[in-house]
């Protein structure tokens, strides 16, 4: 039977970093234990979901909670984020949405901090915002971003499911914002358009190809380790591969799609 796997960015990156353990945790569904978890990650992790949610209520309309928010932090972020002057084009807000496009017998899928649908010069327009609590990424990386490829890659293929009837974008009419609450004054926006689509659509295409065929080979074969030890070290699955370490520590992202400060050496390796 055909096994159709829903991809994350969490899953590419996991696959790219490393396909073993890719196969452990989403194929064999070996668990994921947290080996020794960091209070100092935990709570960044925690703030970063508290600005998150701050964010989606200020968007929906919702009363500003902020000056009951216990944490001191996340009221200076969204204080930073009021202050900032980061100007919204007109549109339609969406929240928090989610969008899942079909791909080779599978999914992609990906969650937006924030949509803006609307027109400019007759033209619709997708504007997606980004909220982030860590460490600031220049545009450059961010082109190379698995989270801005994705994101881009979605709402090319799959923006019907947002638009009126009838209506269609095309990737030169998509762009994404990026707002670091370390960097409140300089938002990274990045344009989308046709030939980096093509070659995005490709090469996403490409790596699920990859997976299809590691897939079509059964469950016996190991798929490759990664030759990047580097991955390892903070890896709960080292046993399986004997590239043991003694100081492991895992993160389980995967639980929590949104922007979250990662630990110095994280699991998902171009997050920021
Ligand atoms: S220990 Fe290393 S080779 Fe094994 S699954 Fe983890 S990252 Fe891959």
Redesign the pocket.
């Known amino acids: 039977m055909h096994q159709s796997i829903t991809f994350s960015r969490f899953k590419l990156n996991t696959f790219l ?2 396909q ?2 890719f196969q ?1 945790r989403y194929l064999k569904k070996t668990p994921w234990p947290i080996v020794s978890a960091d209070p100092q990650w935990e709570e960044l992790m925690a703030q970063g979901r508290l600005f998150h949610q701050l964010m989606e209520r200020h968007f929906l309309g919702l009363p500003d909670e902020t000056e009951s928010s216990p944490d001191a932090v996340v009221h200076h972020w969204f204080r930073l984020f009021r202050q900032s002057g980061l100007r919204l084009p007109a549109g339609r807000l969406l929240p928090e949405t989610n969008l899942t496009v079909p791909i080779a017998g599978h999914y992609l899928t990906g969650r937006f901090d924030l949509l803006v649908l609307g027109t400019e010069k007759g033209q619709p327009f997708i504007h997606v915002f980004d909220w982030k609590t860590g460490r600031a990424q220049a545009a450059s990386e961010l082109r190379q971003d698995w989270q801005t490829r994705l994101y881009f890659a979605l709402l090319a293929e799959g923006s019907a499911a947002l638009l009126e009837k009838g209506s269609s974008i095309r990737p030169e009419q998509i762009r994404m914002t990026y707002w670091y609450v370390s960097d409140p004054g300089r938002p990274r926006t990045l344009q989308y358009d046709l030939s980096w689509h093509t070659e995005n659509w490709s090469e996403i295409g490409a790596i699920i190809a990859q997976i299809q065929t590691g897939l079509d080979a059964g469950d016996d074969p190991v798929w490759p ?2 030759p990047d ?1 580097s ?2 070290r903070y ?4 046993s ?2 004997d ?1 043991r370490d003694s100081d492991t520590t895992a993160d389980d992202t995967d639980d929590f799609e949104e922007d979250v400060p990662q630990p110095a050496a994280a699991m998902e390796p171009t997050r920021p």
């Open positions: 970093a490393c073993r353990r452990l380790l990664t030890w991955q390892c890896c709960p699955y080292q399986y591969c590239r």
